[in-house]
C-alpha cells in the first residue's frame, strides 16, 4: 500500500503503470469517486499530478525517463 501524498487523506487509489526505476503512476479519490487526482510514488514517498482546479487527473503511463503522459477533465 502507498501512503498519500503529504496534506492529503484518500479514501481510494488506483496504480496505473510502473516503469523500469519501479516509479508508479496512478489516480486517487479524496471524496469518494467525484474528482481524481494523480499521483506518482518513487522511493517510498508520494507526489501529487497538479492539474488546473476542478479537474480530474488520470495518468497513464510513465517511461524509463520519468516522464507522465495521461489526460484531465471533468
Known amino acids: 500500500m502507498f501512503d498519500p501524498p503529504p496534506g492529503v487523506t484518500w479514501q481510494n487509489h488506483t496504480a496505473v503503470d510502473v516503469n523500469d526505476s519501479g516509479a508508479v503512476i496512478g489516480h486517487f479519490g479524496t471524496d469518494g469517486f467525484t474528482l481524481r487526482r494523480g499521483y506518482l510514488w518513487k522511493?517510498?514517498?508520494?507526489?501529487?499530478?497538479?492539474?488546473p482546479q476542478g479537474f480530474s487527473a488520470f495518468p497513464r503511463a510513465i517511461n524509463s525517463a520519468g516522464a507522465v503522459v495521461g489526460f484531465g477533465g471533468h
Request: charged letters at 20%; aromatic letters at 0%; a negative charge.
Open 43 to 51: 522511493d517510498g514517498a508520494s507526489t501529487e499530478l497538479l492539474t
